[in-house]
């Protein structure tokens, strides 16, 4: 992955860096659902529950959910509000936007992208 | 035509992400869509491999020619996209 954008960068794609679209997040802790490189098939913790799909980043917030679904149930992240159509315009930008982050607010590579500057010699020595 | 939003996992990279997808469209169309998204910004791309789609969890990737509408897959179903 950090292959990928030290490539984006070091040819000038930065818009390569940002995503598409935005993560699936989990139904209870409201993080992104990711996990380690490297293991595929991914071991997603899902559930469905009165009909509705329910993803989860982990066990024990599977768990979580489970000890009270109807507490928890029903309520959107961010990703089901943008997939039933509550954030607009759907987009990148507009689910931003919805967060209330100005392109101000975003912030860039602290560093200017100094790092990614150390492996273009490198790259060219290899 | 209806919209059906897909949790999509993409083999080699360690997010899902949301994929809007419309019923008419086919599982290939479905797996161009993802990779038109995650190679190369995220992914490597693999010459010579095909990209197959599978509901997350099976073993049975979907006929490329399916629509998606007759796929059985709703709303925030996982689905994996992997070369082959």
Not at chain 1, 64 to 92: N, T
Not at chain 2, 26 to 47: C, G, K, M, Y
Not at chain 2, 53 to 77: I, T
Request: charged share 25%.
């Amino acid at each position: 992955m950090w292959d990928r954008y030290t490539d984006s960068i070091l040819s000038g794609r930065e818009e390569l860096t940002q995503p598409q679209t935005i993560p699936v997040m989990c139904s209870m802790c409201q993080l992104p659902i990711i996990h380690p490189p490297g293991t595929w098939p991914f071991p997603l913790q899902k559930l469905t529950y009165r009909g509705e799909n329910y993803l989860f980043c982990s066990e024990p917030c599977r768990w979580v959910f489970l000890e009270e679904p109807d507490r928890y149930a029903g309520v959107d992240s961010l990703d089901k509000r943008f997939a039933r159509g509550h954030i607009q315009p759907a987009s990148y930008e507009g689910a931003l936007a919805y967060m209330g982050l100005a392109p101000e607010d975003r912030g860039r590579d602290a560093t200017g992208y100094a790092w990614a500057e150390s492996f273009r010699e490198k790259r060219k020595t290899a | 035509m209806a919209l059906i939003p897909l949790a999509m996992m993409f083999e080699g990279d360690y997010a899902i992400y949301l994929l809007p997808v419309d019923s008419e469209q086919t599982i290939s169309d479905v797996a161009a869509l993802s990779a038109e998204w995650e190679i190369p910004a995220r992914v490597l791309p693999r010459p010579g491999a095909t990209l197959r789609v599978r509901r997350h969890g099976s073993e049975n990737a979907f006929p490329p020619q399916m629509k998606v509408g007759e796929s059985g897959l709703g709303f925030m179903d996982p689905i994996e996209v992997y070369f082959e």
